[in-house]
């Protein structure tokens, strides 16, 4: 086992890591408290929380060569994005701040004919700038939608900008005035990382190989592309070969949609569509274009909040079930808010169903499947009735349960999931996914406002990730589903626990069996609550795992979580029975035997600590 250190990427040595090693109760306060002696040694951190280091080195420049010195930026893929992240501001920032917005759109310099063979790229960036004072309110923005462009887009463009082959262009209107308004597993596990040796996408950089370079795949790729990825390789050291980006796309929906469970190399040859008939989600008329990729599963929310805007007007939405933090934030901040229930019980869905009997009307119920970090399952049978009863749509957060042990698409409107998570498992990539329901009522207004609201922002290389993660991700979950239920058994039968949170165990199993696939399992998230807080902090600063934010990873990650996620509201989140010194197990592909070792051996140290005290 890595002995991970305070503020080392999690996995080790790795450029593009999602989680950052938090060892210890205290650095995890100290995180929160934004103490020097945690947030100085940080290496890098959750991507919607913690800039990357990529990003805020290409923002500086940006600031250096376009903008006042004493300025900030934030940086995003599209104009139109960055247009929405500045309505955002204009709602919520003093006028000092909003005076101070400038907003600066980069291409590529097509007058260069160096350019040429990035073109298919698209590598854009749009800079949010504003004041330091801005800082708070550019970064709800950043956090709470996933909208901000990824360490790998950033590394790129930087490197593209500091060879003059990114330039400013006004035709999108560089300045805003803002007008003042308040407010052990599988083969695949085995290997190294490709981010292996800190490669960057400067000039320098190691060259490190494509996911799929030895597939003999190619000769009829047109020659644009072929331009493209010798460009790539010849100028910045990098072998991405581009013409492998729309067949990983591909590939990618066809798993998310069930029709593809195979691990198989990529081809050239798309699938043929009559395939996606047979799938997991037993909708014989899903298509792969039902299927909608993001840069993070944050995004695919925010993204499908704004599209039942877009198609039913500003209702009110529900939260159903207490939410992963921003999901909560988006419905409250983007729109007319939201009703909230936060227990996801049967009382709870006796009060809405009076309040539609009532005349009230809402946009949407929103709700995770399995809720984090409780576990709990939410009655979609009954709320699947009330929304064909009262009209409103339904989105599942599928993150949890993972659509390889459950199928929630019968029951929703719209199904999303962050692929970040157990689909990747690596913990070297960002990613979502929505899927739109092709038999929901509001599909037809969905994908009309899918043609021309949603950009497709998801960079080409974090697609070549996330593709050569998921190939076996069917068969990880399988083992980590196995090895999760060990866990979830040898701290169910310790006396120093007081509550064990896991869908099998939980009082809403009968919700979860509902939805469960038949070679299905319950999951790889257990969350656990000790009698005393001392116990708790004993555990988990003994227990031999990786230690930080995230889930889904290949590899076990422990958290204490509600501290993470909820510092600033304990009191609050305590009322749904969340408990402030819960600790949250991510479950991973190591043995089983050795895990049952590490996990009695940190309880024998809880317990020996309980003694002393």
């Given at each position: 086992m890595?002995?991970f250190?305070?503020?080392e990427?999690?996995?080790?040595?790795?450029e593009h890591?999602?989680s950052?090693?938090?060892?210890?109760?205290?650095?995890n306060?100290?995180?929160e408290?934004?103490e020097?002696?945690?947030?100085g040694?940080?290496?890098?951190?959750?991507?919607?929380?913690?800039?990357?280091?990529s990003?805020?080195a290409?923002?500086?420049?940006?600031v250096?060569?376009h903008?006042?010195?004493d300025?900030?930026a934030?940086l995003?893929p599209?104009?139109?994005?960055?247009a929405?992240?500045v309505?955002?501001?204009?709602?919520c920032?003093?006028p000092?701040i909003?005076?101070?917005?400038?907003?600066?759109?980069?291409?590529?310099?097509?007058?260069?004919?160096?350019?040429?063979?990035?073109?298919?790229?698209?590598?854009s960036?749009s800079?949010v700038?504003?004041?330091k004072e801005?800082f708070?309110?550019l970064?709800?923005?950043?956090?709470h939608?996933?909208?901000g462009?990824?360490?790998?887009?950033a590394?790129?463009?930087?490197?593209?900008?500091?060879?003059?082959l990114?330039?400013?262009?006004?035709?999108?209107?560089n300045?805003v005035?803002?007008?003042p308004?308040?407010c052990?597993?599988p083969?695949?596990?085995?290997?190294p990382?490709l981010?292996?040796?800190?490669?960057t996408?400067?000039p320098?950089a190691?060259?490190?190989q494509?996911?799929d370079?030895?597939?003999g795949?190619g000769?009829d790729?047109?020659?644009?592309?072929?331009e493209?990825s010798r460009?790539l390789e010849e100028r910045?050291?990098?072998?991405?070969?581009v013409?492998?980006?729309?067949p990983?796309?591909?590939?990618?929906k066809?798993?998310?949609?069930g029709a593809?469970?195979?691990?198989?190399e990529l081809t050239a040859s798309?699938v043929?569509?009559q395939d996606m008939k047979s799938n997991t989600?037993g909708i014989?008329n899903?298509?792969?274009?039902d299927?909608?990729l993001?840069p993070?599963g944050?995004n695919a929310?925010?993204?499908?909040?704004?599209?039942?805007l877009?198609v039913?007007?500003h209702l009110?939405?529900?939260?159903?079930?207490?939410?992963?933090v921003?999901?909560?934030k988006?419905?409250q901040?983007?729109?007319?808010g939201c009703?909230?229930?936060g227990n996801?019980?049967?009382s709870e869905l006796?009060d809405?169903?009076?309040r539609l009997q009532g005349?009230?009307?809402f946009?949407?119920l929103f709700?995770?499947?399995?809720g984090?970090?409780l576990l709990?399952?939410?009655?979609?049978?009954?709320?699947?009735q009330?929304?064909?009863?009262y009209?409103?749509a339904v989105?599942?957060?599928?993150t949890?349960g993972t659509?390889?042990?459950i199928?929630?698409?019968?029951?929703?409107?719209?199904?999303?999931?962050s692929?970040?998570?157990?689909f990747?498992?690596?913990c070297?990539v960002?990613?979502?996914?929505a899927i739109?329901n092709?038999?929901?009522?509001?599909?037809s207004s969905?994908?009309?406002?899918?043609?021309?609201g949603y950009?497709d922002?998801y960079w080409p290389?974090?697609?070549?990730?996330m593709?050569r993660?998921?190939?076996?991700?069917a068969?990880r979950?399988d083992?980590?589903?196995?090895n999760?239920e060990?866990?979830a058994?040898?701290?169910?039968?310790?006396?120093?626990i007081k509550?064990?949170?896991?869908?099998?165990?939980?009082e809403?199993?009968?919700?979860?069996?509902?939805?469960?696939?038949s070679?299905g399992g319950?999951g790889?998230l257990?969350?656990?609550v000790f009698h005393k807080?001392?116990?708790a902090v004993?555990f988990?600063?003994a227990?031999?795992t990786?230690?930080?934010p995230?889930?889904?990873?290949?590899?076990?990650l422990?958290?204490p979580?509600?501290l993470?996620?909820?510092?600033?509201?304990?009191?609050w989140a305590a009322q749904f029975?969340?408990?402030p010194?819960l600790i949250?197990?991510s479950?991973g592909?190591e043995?089983?035997d050795?895990?049952?070792?590490?996990?009695?051996?940190a309880l024998e140290v809880a317990?020996?600590a309980t003694v002393?005290?």
């Amino acid at each position: 086992m890595h002995d991970f250190v305070l503020g080392e990427s999690i996995p080790p040595d790795t450029e593009h890591a999602v989680s950052v090693s938090l060892p210890t109760w205290r650095s995890n306060v100290g995180y929160e408290e934004g103490e020097e002696w945690v947030v100085g040694s940080m290496t890098t951190g959750y991507p919607r929380f913690f800039i990357h280091r990529s990003i805020q080195a290409f923002a500086k420049d940006i600031v250096a060569k376009h903008a006042r010195p004493d300025s900030i930026a934030f940086l995003f893929p599209t104009p139109k994005i960055a247009a929405r992240c500045v309505s955002f501001i204009r709602t919520c920032a003093p006028p000092q701040i909003l005076a101070s917005l400038q907003v600066i759109h980069l291409v590529l310099d097509a007058a260069n004919p160096q350019s040429r063979p990035l073109q298919s790229l698209s590598p854009s960036v749009s800079a949010v700038i504003s004041s330091k004072e801005g800082f708070p309110f550019l970064k709800q923005y950043w956090q709470h939608t996933g909208d901000g462009i990824s360490s790998r887009r950033a590394e790129f463009c930087h490197g593209l900008f500091r060879d003059g082959l990114l330039h400013k262009d006004d035709s999108h209107g560089n300045y805003v005035v803002a007008s003042p308004k308040q407010c052990k597993g599988p083969r695949r596990y085995q290997r190294p990382s490709l981010d292996a040796g800190n490669p960057t996408m400067a000039p320098s950089a190691t060259k490190t190989q494509s996911p799929d370079r030895d597939s003999g795949v190619g000769s009829d790729i047109p020659e644009s592309l072929q331009e493209t990825s010798r460009f790539l390789e010849e100028r910045f050291g990098r072998n991405l070969d581009v013409s492998f980006v729309e067949p990983a796309k591909s590939a990618i929906k066809r798993r998310i949609a069930g029709a593809l469970t195979t691990d198989r190399e990529l081809t050239a040859s798309p699938v043929p569509e009559q395939d996606m008939k047979s799938n997991t989600r037993g909708i014989v008329n899903l298509r792969e274009e039902d299927v909608y990729l993001f840069p993070a599963g944050m995004n695919a929310i925010f993204n499908a909040h704004r599209a039942l805007l877009g198609v039913r007007g500003h209702l009110k939405s529900i939260n159903f079930g207490f939410p992963y933090v921003d999901t909560l934030k988006i419905l409250q901040k983007f729109g007319p808010g939201c009703v909230f229930y936060g227990n996801a019980s049967e009382s709870e869905l006796d009060d809405l169903e009076k309040r539609l009997q009532g005349g009230e009307r809402f946009l949407g119920l929103f709700c995770e499947f399995p809720g984090n970090p409780l576990l709990t399952c939410p009655n979609l049978v009954r709320i699947r009735q009330l929304a064909d009863t009262y009209d409103f749509a339904v989105v599942v957060d599928e993150t949890i349960g993972t659509f390889a042990n459950i199928n929630v698409l019968q029951y929703a409107d719209i199904v999303v999931s962050s692929l970040t998570k157990i689909f990747s498992g690596d913990c070297n990539v960002m990613g979502g996914s929505a899927i739109f329901n092709p038999n929901s009522r509001y599909y037809s207004s969905l994908k009309s406002f899918a043609r021309s609201g949603y950009e497709d922002t998801y960079w080409p290389e974090d697609v070549m990730f996330m593709e050569r993660n998921s190939r076996d991700f069917a068969t990880r979950v399988d083992r980590i589903n196995a090895n999760a239920e060990a866990i979830a058994d040898v701290l169910r039968a310790n006396i120093l626990i007081k509550d064990v949170f896991y869908p099998r165990y939980n009082e809403s199993r009968e919700n979860y069996e509902v939805c469960k696939l038949s070679g299905g399992g319950y999951g790889g998230l257990v969350s656990v609550v000790f009698h005393k807080k001392d116990q708790a902090v004993a555990f988990y600063d003994a227990v031999a795992t990786a230690k930080g934010p995230s889930l889904g990873t290949n590899f076990t990650l422990t958290s204490p979580y509600v501290l993470l996620a909820h510092y600033q509201e304990l009191e609050w989140a305590a009322q749904f029975g969340v408990d402030p010194d819960l600790i949250r197990i991510s479950v991973g592909l190591e043995d089983t035997d050795y895990l049952v070792h590490v996990f009695k051996s940190a309880l024998e140290v809880a317990a020996a600590a309980t003694v002393t005290r």
